[in-house]
């Protein structure tokens, strides 16, 4: 009978509206939180040569119609670069929950290019410095931006962790052991 008011309460009914070969084991939900923990330890020892590797795209050459357009406003220009880089990461969470296959693949791909054609073409900080001062914008600018790239780090190498572990898992079984969707 416990069971019974338990699956009718209205508070359990989410828990249960979903099928059971869905939902993961308790034991997989601690590990793959203990995984993101990890990847986000690991993104903060890895955030500075991902600065490096910025600091390399920034040399590319750039297209001056899009340089002068973005200098034009500079504060939309940084506040858009925060956008473009949530919706890679938004994108590619995406693509994992809802299984999207190839068209994920093709989406992430599309604002990731998209994200760092804006952030070539970006005005850099000393801009913000020289139109706003020394003030706390520019040192605000910079700590957001610096969170916002140490997350998507982690984020990156998380996916990356777990495609490794799913390819790993898929050569390690059999073909009739697979489970049927």
């Not at 979903?18 to 084991?25: A, G, I, T």
């Not at 330890?41 to 357009?69: E, R, S, T, Y």
């Not at 913000?128 to 914008?137: D, F, L, P, S």
Request: glycine content about 4%.
């Amino acid at each position: 009978m416990t069971a019974t008011l338990r699956h009718h309460s209205p508070h359990n009914d989410d828990r249960h509206s979903l099928p059971d070969k869905h939902r993961l084991p308790r034991r997989w939900r601690y590990g793959l939180l203990a995984l993101l923990v990890a990847c986000l330890a690991i993104a903060g020892a890895v955030v500075p040569a991902v600065w490096n590797l910025l600091d390399l795209f920034d040399q590319l050459p750039k297209m001056a119609w899009l340089q002068d357009l973005l200098a034009r406003s500079p504060a939309v220009s940084w506040s858009l670069m925060l956008v473009w880089g949530t919706a890679v990461s938004v994108a590619l969470l995406s693509m994992l929950s809802l299984r999207q296959g190839w068209q994920g693949v093709a989406l992430v791909a599309a604002l990731t290019l998209w994200a760092v054609l804006w952030y070539l073409h970006m005005p850099h900080v000393e801009q913000c410095h020289a139109m706003y001062g020394t003030g706390n914008i520019c040192n605000t600018w910079q700590w957001v931006f610096t969170i916002s790239l140490s997350l998507a780090t982690a984020l990156y190498m998380f996916v990356i962790f777990l495609l490794s572990l799913s390819a790993l898992g898929l050569m390690f079984t059999a073909p009739d052991e697979t489970p049927e969707e």
